[in-house]
């Protein structure tokens, strides 16, 4: 029963890795930043669903209105700041996201991050989910299939449409992309509104979880790095397994060994990974 | 010269080196303008310089009048293509894909349409569902012209397009040149096979050290092609 829990769980963490580091596989495949902010667009969904919730409205209002919210600051955000840094040595990039996790970190703090807060679960996603002898808790099904289906979707609209065509060229080769007359400064613009918004679902489906405070998305952004680096940065198969490989190794590690352990576990394999197969698990990552 | 792209004196550097040194000539729709010379002359810079991809430029290109100003995809969107010599294809996206997400329409209203492109490059029709990753450097130099072709520019740039191609892909490239010349496109070509520039070329410039030294009209290399054959690095 207990290794049975623990791939649920485990699974349920990996579905929200998911979601969070294909935003960060995107924003860092067309527009080549390294997003050290992503951590905080979680924090801000989580904060927002809270906030939201407070004032009254439904769980499934906080869900729509928290992301769309979070995906028009993040156009922002890249309309007025990362922008200004297209195109300059990575460093700019990982000192400037930096910083700009601090602030919005710091922000949420004065505005009530300080406590730790839980999203109160919707009724109809409490109880459980019979499946044979094993009993699963329904809001872990749900926010596990809500993140699978999201990724489909996301997955079939970079397949299907203009803009992923635009955005998987842009992603292969910005510079040949631009050079065939993709711009990259509006695509930048959405995806890193889209990447944003999936940060802030994932934040506010997680808040009943992992909890809502101004630096909740910090645990969350490092294990996302290791999705990226373990799946091949700025490949998107490689994340969607390597979300799932994180989230197993994390989960099941924190239950047999503690949660230290199983960090030192992950740090291991990325770094045998970094050393050893640096285009990540399907060899379509980027080295530079 | 209407509709033409006219290089006005074009400094390029890269940080503090400069590599052009006032690079001036012409080029009119529907004509094959080849830049030669030995490696390190400033080809390819020149072809880079007008897609906005140096680190500093001076002086100008004109393009129908209106100077080419701003990033590469406004570059582009106005009407200018670059085939890079090192056949850079969207290599997680099949053939069909690298070749739609090329597809514009055409300013003169005579676009090149994906079926045209396979007519010239059949072999790119074999593998239309095959990631452009996968495919033999021949077949990438292959759908990176036609790609360049189905964004039905005004002006097409072709660095070294034949470099280490067997003769028949060799044989393609030059009918796909031809066929956009014929629908008005004009064509910067470098190249360092001289059979190739002599069979497509209308005018032809020596580059040295960053600046055009010498300039020939077809005729006159026609008449005494050593004289050309002389200066360049013939593979």
Redo the contacts between chains.
């Keep these: 029963m207990l290794a049975a829990s623990l791939a649920l769980n485990g699974l349920v963490m990996g579905s929200v890795l998911l979601l969070f580091s294909l935003g960060l596989t995107l924003i860092y495949g067309v527009g080549r930043i390294v997003n050290f902010a992503h951590g905080a667009f979680f924090s801000l969904g989580a904060m927002a669903g809270i906030w939201l919730a407070n004032s009254g409205l439904p769980f499934w209002a906080a869900l729509l209105i928290a992301p769309i919210g979070v995906g028009l600051l993040g156009v922002l955000l890249d309309w007025a700041v990362f922008a200004r840094i297209r195109d300059r040595p990575m460093v700019d990039s990982l000192l400037l996201t930096f910083g700009l996790a601090l602030l919005i970190t710091g922000v949420l703090y004065e505005l009530g991050g300080r406590n730790v807060q839980i999203l109160a679960i919707p009724s109809a996603l409490q109880g459980v989910v019979d499946i044979g002898a094993i009993k699963l808790p329904m809001y872990r099904v749900f926010l596990s299939l809500l993140a699978i289906l999201l990724t489909i979707a996301l997955l079939l609209f970079l397949k299907n449409s203009d803009w992923g065509?635009?955005v998987?060229?842009a992603?292969?080769?910005p510079?040949?992309?631009?050079?065939?007359?993709?711009?990259?400064?509006n695509l930048m613009h959405s995806v890193v509104g889209v990447s944003a918004a999936l940060a802030a679902v994932s934040g506010v489906v997680g808040a009943p979880i992992f909890t809502a405070y101004a630096a909740v998305g910090d645990k969350i952004l490092i294990l996302a790095f290791m999705t990226v680096i373990l799946g091949g940065l700025g490949s998107l198969r490689g994340a969607i397994v390597a979300a799932y490989v994180v989230g197993l190794i994390t989960v099941f590690g924190e239950g047999y060994f503690g949660g230290q352990l199983a960090l030192m576990l992950l740090f291991v394999l990325v770094m045998a990974m970094l050393i050893n197969w640096p285009r990540g698990f399907f060899g379509?990552g980027r080295t530079e | 010269m209407s509709g033409a792209l006219v290089y006005d004196n074009l400094c390029a550097f890269y940080g503090s080196s400069q590599i052009l040194h006032g690079v001036s000539f012409e080029v009119g729709q529907g004509t094959v303008a080849c830049l030669l010379g030995l490696n390190g002359m400033g080809k390819t810079t020149t072809l880079r310089a007008t897609?906005g991809?140096v680190d500093r430029l001076e002086g100008k290109v004109v393009l129908n009048g209106e100077e080419l100003r701003g990033?590469?995809?406004?570059r582009?969107?106005m009407g200018i293509?670059?085939v890079?010599e090192d056949r850079?294809v969207?290599?997680?996206?099949t053939v069909d894909?690298?070749l739609?997400?090329?597809k514009?329409k055409a300013a003169r209203g005579q676009d090149f349409t994906i079926a045209e492109a396979l007519e010239i490059f059949p072999r790119l029709g074999e593998r239309m569902s095959q990631k452009a990753g996968t495919l033999s450097g021949g077949e990438q130099q292959m759908l990176v012209v036609a790609?360049?072709m189905l964004?039905n520019p005004h002006y097409m740039m072709l660095d070294e397009p034949t470099e280490g191609l067997a003769p028949s892909y060799v044989d393609a490239i030059k009918q796909s040149i031809d066929a956009a010349r014929n629908r008005g496109i004009g064509i910067v070509l470098v190249e360092q096979s001289l059979p190739l520039a002599l069979a497509v070329g209308d005018r032809f410039y020596v580059m040295e050290n960053g600046q055009i030294v010498q300039s020939f009209v077809r005729d006159e290399v026609l008449a005494a092609p050593d004289r050309l054959a002389n200066m360049l690095t013939v593979e």
């Design positions: 065509l635009r998987r060229a992603n292969d080769d510079e040949m992309g631009a050079c065939l007359g993709i711009d990259r400064e379509e | 897609m991809l990033p590469t995809y406004r582009s969107q293509t670059l890079p850079k969207f290599p997680n996206l894909e690298n739609r997400v090329a514009r790609r360049a964004a």
